[in-house]
């Protein structure tokens, strides 16, 4: 039982390049989650989808765009990377959208030069 | 007003001393509380929930004051390996995502 994996661990980028954050669990769980966490921040919800089939905007989507593949796979997708976008990347899932426990991903570290 | 906000630290204590963290949130709607925690470089993990008539983990203690909006995590006989962030996470203002507090640093010396 994997839990929740993401790939890459970390990934080095120019300005203005693009990239895709793959995240999968393996827990059947309904609802799943992208943050980013940087210093002093905590962890800030990117976009998150409370089911197969739906995403929605959390605190600071802008500049991302995800996808819901299947009930397994949630992907972040950063068209055009910017330094502002150097951070860690989680990816969560959960049974249920707020009452149940997160389960997190190790996280992919992320620098935009 | 941040939704959750909890006090950064770092709390310094010594090998078997008692700490106690609070955190404070705006959403009184809130019915969903819970501590995770988070060591150096690595992913949150769930600590444990908070309910309405607190409860116990082996050392750690959570409450829960809704009249005052604050959760508060007790940790007794603090071991070295109890050496982390411990971020505080609410219900948001919404209704519908969790929000994680910015977390406090506990850091136990020998």
């Known amino acids: 039982n994997a839990g929740v994996t993401q790939t890459p661990k970390f990934q080095v980028l120019k300005t203005g390049q693009s990239m895709t954050l793959q995240c999968a669990q393996d827990m059947n769980h309904n609802s799943m989650y992208w943050y980013r966490q940087d210093p002093g921040m905590g962890l800030r919800l990117i976009y998150y989808s409370a089911s197969e089939g739906t995403t929605d905007k959390g605190e600071v989507p802008n500049g991302y765009n995800v996808s819901r593949l299947n009930k397994r796979e949630f992907s972040l997708r950063l068209e055009s990377a910017a330094p502002s976008q150097t951070s860690v990347y989680f990816c969560?899932?959960?049974?249920?959208?707020?009452?149940?426990?997160?389960?997190f991903g190790p996280g992919t570290r992320l620098t935009v030069l | 007003r941040k939704e959750v906000e909890q006090d950064p630290g770092p709390f310094n204590v010594p090998e078997g001393a008692t700490v106690a963290f609070n955190c404070t949130y705006s959403?009184?709607?809130?019915?969903?509380f819970f501590w995770y925690r988070q060591d150096c470089r690595k992913e949150p993990k769930l600590l444990m929930s908070v309910y309405s008539s607190g409860n116990e983990d082996g050392r750690f203690t959570a409450q829960l004051n809704r009249a005052s909006q604050y959760i508060s995590l007790l940790i007794r006989d603090s071991k070295l390996s109890d050496s982390a962030t411990y971020l505080c996470v609410v219900i948001g203002l919404g209704g519908n995502k969790l929000v994680f507090g910015a977390g406090t640093i506990l850091r136990v010396k020998s």
């Open positions: 969560a899932s959960s049974e249920t959208l707020v009452a149940d426990t997160q389960y």
């Open positions: 959403n009184s709607a809130s019915q969903s």
